[in-house]
């Protein structure tokens, strides 16, 4: 959980934010929008602790990842995309881990938060009976697990 109480930050003496308070709920996600000038992009470098607040408090769980991106394009030879996906730690984590894999399933498995990480069902029981299309009745015996009546035998 993020919690900002009575935030004040001023630059060179003019008051850029005033008191500011919110909480944002562990899991929840929130973007920033308004005018140039207004204190978007300061607020997240005080969040971050890049920039030192002149009043109040900021508080989050020591664990807590920021991802921020500056707002002029990187300089080097990585396009704007490349540096952005590589600051996603588990995604190279990923993306290492595929290319020695030898078995899609069990990478699946390993990645915590899959659905093929929690334990798969059993295969459904085939039916006892297959029916031929033209006709309700039975055309020849099948392995056990469905009544003669199509209903699942227990």
Do not use: F
């Amino acid at each position: 959980m993020l919690q900002i109480k009575d935030l004040t930050y001023r630059i060179a003496g003019r008051t850029l934010l005033d008191g500011i308070s919110l909480t944002l709920p562990a899991g929840h996600h929130a973007g920033l929008i308004g005018r140039n000038g207004t204190g978007k992009s300061t607020l997240l470098k005080l969040i971050a602790g890049s920039l030192q607040n002149d009043g109040g408090e900021i508080r989050m769980p020591a664990n807590t990842r920021i991802g921020m991106l500056a707002q002029e394009a990187p300089d080097g030879p990585e396009s704007l995309l490349e540096t952005v996906l590589a600051a996603d730690k588990e995604r190279a984590r990923l993306l290492a881990e595929a290319e020695i894999a030898h078995d899609p399933i069990e990478l699946a498995r390993s990645t915590p938060g899959s659905a093929t990480s929690r334990p798969i069902a059993p295969p459904l029981a085939p039916p006892r009976y297959w029916r031929d299309s033209a006709s309700t009745r039975p055309s020849r015996p099948a392995p056990a697990g469905i009544s003669p009546a199509g209903g699942a035998c227990g």
